[in-house]
């Protein structure tokens, strides 16, 4: 099992052993939301990253070893942030919902 969830990101390509790796999907009601922002900001809150979700939701970082928080931003929505700790040679799945 490579860590992806089904239907998710696929690895194909990315050696995990030499990155750490956050990745997930967000969703609202249990449906993708595409378009959205997903920010990396590291442990003392300073904005490292910015993604856009794709169209099925998913985002990916490749971030350093520790703690590490998404914050996501999408219309309609409250801004979520969700703490995610990143280790190299693991892959953190989230799922966050607005």
Known sequence: MCGATEGGLSLAGVDVAKEAIIQG???RGGDPVGG???RLLDRTGEFTA?????ATG???F???DGQWTLRTLAPKAE???RKVHAAVGSVAEVQIAL
């Not at 910015?50 to 794709?54: D, K, M």
């Open 79 to 81: 801004p979520v942030d």
């Open 36 to 38: 959205a922002y997903v």
């Open 25 to 27: 999907q967000v969703v």
């Open 62 to 64: 490749f971030a350093g």
């Open 50 to 54: 910015e993604v856009p979700t794709s």
């Open 58 to 60: 998913h985002f990916r």
